[in-house]
């Protein structure tokens, strides 16, 4: 047997074990055997469904819009109650002229009345601990430094 004849005979053997006729689709046996899908096709078709979607998008904007601004307004209002629970002013009476620049005064001015206050604190200081004349006189410190 040559080549030729193998193909040939392949051939004939495939054509008998499957069925090389062209398919032809049956619309009606189709709709009653996947009924429900058919249904779904119309309703696109029609555009019904389509309609029942964006109305349950438009309810979960707005439920979702809803619950955001339920969400900040408990958070603004926890950060409300939490700061002032849990703030302890500083005492307002220093005791000596360098507590007036330590951080804890100054933040606690600040506090009280905002850069006014702070203001009139550090003008206070400038008074109180401002520039000095110096008690050691140059000529002396030029000498320590050059030997």
Request: proline fraction near 5%; charged fraction near 25%; include cysteine.
């Amino acid at each position: 047997m040559s080549e030729e004849e193998h193909k040939d005979r392949l051939e004939l053997e495939l054509r008998r074990a499957i069925n090389t006729t062209t398919p032809k689709f049956d619309a009606e046996a189709w709709r009653r055997t996947y009924r429900n899908e058919f249904d779904m096709l119309l309703a696109r078709k029609s555009g019904k469904a389509q309609r029942v979607n964006i109305l349950k998008l438009h309810r979960a904007f707005w439920l979702g819009i809803a619950a955001g601004i339920v969400a900040v307004g408990c958070g603004l209002v926890y950060r409300a109650w939490f700061y002032r629970t849990n703030v302890t002013p500083l005492p307002v009476q220093i005791k000596s002229p360098a507590q007036i620049v330590t951080m804890a005064s100054l933040s606690s001015a600040f506090r009280r009345g905002g850069m006014p206050a702070l203001d009139k604190q550090l003008d206070e200081a400038v008074r109180q601990l401002g520039p000095r004349p110096m008690s050691v006189p140059t000529a002396r410190l030029l000498a320590d430094l050059g030997s």
